[in-house]
């Protein structure tokens, strides 16, 4: 009797789970900007929280809910593709603009340099000859820092 009894609790019970599964999924958006799905209660101050109630009564409601999770993670999958994009973007502004501050960098220290060599070549122009130092020695001074100004042209330039 008690083995007839305990069977067919048993087999109710069976049938109970397989006619209704119940479940709750949560979505929401983290502090991040992260899209999240759980089947937990969001924390407290999430974004955007929605809720998805799932019912399974039949082996068709068990397929919608097959199609309803992969949908969902269809849309996690092309979330977490748009932020790797949006940082990938906002890394390569990053980069460009660094890069353009070391270029602007490196352009005002040309441009100092030059002006230095400039004020070098102004300062041997002016300088008098003497038995020391001669109008040839004078020019070949001047064309090597005129030299280097050239030089520091063409780093500018490439």
């Given at each position: 009797?008690?083995?007839?009894?305990?069977?067919?609790l048993?087999?109710l019970?069976l049938?109970?789970?397989?006619?209704?599964?119940?479940?709750?999924?949560?979505?929401?958006t983290?502090?991040?900007?992260?899209?999240?799905?759980?089947?937990?209660?969001?924390?407290?101050?999430?974004?955007?929280?929605?809720?998805?109630?799932?019912?399974?009564?039949s082996?068709?409601s068990?397929?919608q809910?097959?199609q309803?999770?992969?949908?969902?993670?269809?849309?996690?999958?092309?979330?977490?593709d748009?932020?790797?994009?949006?940082?990938?973007?906002?890394?390569?502004?990053?980069?460009?603009a660094?890069?353009?501050?070391?270029?602007?960098?490196?352009?005002?220290?040309?441009?100092q340099?030059?002006e230095?060599?400039?004020q070098e070549?102004?300062?041997i122009?002016h300088?008098?000859?003497?038995?020391?130092f001669?109008?040839g020695?004078?020019?070949?001074?001047?064309?090597?820092?005129?030299?280097?100004?050239?030089?520091l042209?063409?780093?500018?330039?490439?």
């Amino acid at each position: 009797m008690n083995r007839t009894i305990v069977l067919i609790l048993l087999v109710l019970s069976l049938m109970l789970v397989n006619v209704v599964l119940a479940g709750t999924i949560y979505t929401w958006t983290d502090a991040d900007g992260v899209k999240r799905y759980s089947n937990t209660e969001p924390p407290e101050g999430a974004k955007n929280v929605k809720t998805i109630e799932e019912v399974q009564t039949s082996q068709d409601s068990s397929d919608q809910i097959r199609q309803n999770y992969d949908r969902m993670v269809e849309e996690a999958s092309q979330d977490a593709d748009r932020q790797f994009q949006k940082q990938a973007e906002k890394k390569a502004r990053e980069a460009e603009a660094e890069q353009k501050r070391k270029l602007e960098k490196q352009a005002q220290q040309i441009e100092q340099e030059r002006e230095k060599l400039q004020q070098e070549i102004e300062a041997i122009q002016h300088r008098g000859l003497s038995s020391t130092f001669s109008a040839g020695q004078k020019e070949y001074l001047i064309k090597q820092i005129q030299d280097k100004i050239d030089q520091l042209n063409k780093k500018l330039e490439s």
